[in-house]
């Protein structure tokens, strides 16, 4: 055989075999692009994310120092704990840094000096002022009944009042809203 007929022959050779290996890389693209992710998998990661983000704004607020100064809101909610006055609920709270929102009912006002006083006793309460009040009063034989399946149901016991109490600082905020 001939020199030439030689390479004929192995470039007839290599075309076999790059038809060959392009078949192959074209089947390896379509199963590929037919498969699908695992959605628990990727459910698992958000959910970790999630958390490692919600762990590092936690470490934010320990590096600026709120909770290992004193001024946890720990403290706070242990005061409120400790604090019971018959005839005073609390109906919720807000804290920001320095500053607090309380608000509750009471079945009768006078009752709120004495509860103001037993919280400035907590230590997680020292050095903070109550600065705005708002109250309400409400009776419930005053309160209309407007359809017949109201009527059925029994009133409220007692008369009572709402309170709202803000620190100073919340006061300043409020101002500015």
Do not use: H
Not at 133 to 153: H, I
């Amino acid at each position: 055989m001939s020199q030439a007929a030689n390479l004929k022959d192995r470039e007839a050779e290599v075309r076999n075999q790059l038809a060959v290996v392009q078949q192959q890389v074209q089947a390896l693209g379509q199963s590929l692009a037919a498969r699908q992710g695992n959605t628990a998998l990727a459910t698992e990661i958000a959910a970790t994310r999630l958390a490692v983000t919600q762990r590092q704004e936690v470490l934010a607020v320990i590096a600026q120092g709120d909770v290992t100064q004193g001024n946890a809101y720990s403290g706070l909610l242990q005061g409120f704990s400790r604090q019971i006055v018959d005839g005073v609920w609390l109906l919720g709270f807000g804290f920001a840094g320095q500053e607090i929102e309380i608000r509750g009912r009471l079945l009768d006002p006078a009752l709120l000096p004495t509860y103001i006083s037993r919280l400035n006793d907590e230590p997680a309460f020292a050095g903070r002022r109550f600065a705005t009040l708002d109250m309400k009063s409400f009776d419930p034989v005053d309160e209309p009944r407007n359809d017949a399946a109201s009527a059925t149901k029994p009133r409220a016991p007692a008369r009572y009042t709402e309170f709202t109490l803000r620190t100073e600082s919340t006061v300043g905020q409020e101002k500015a809203r």
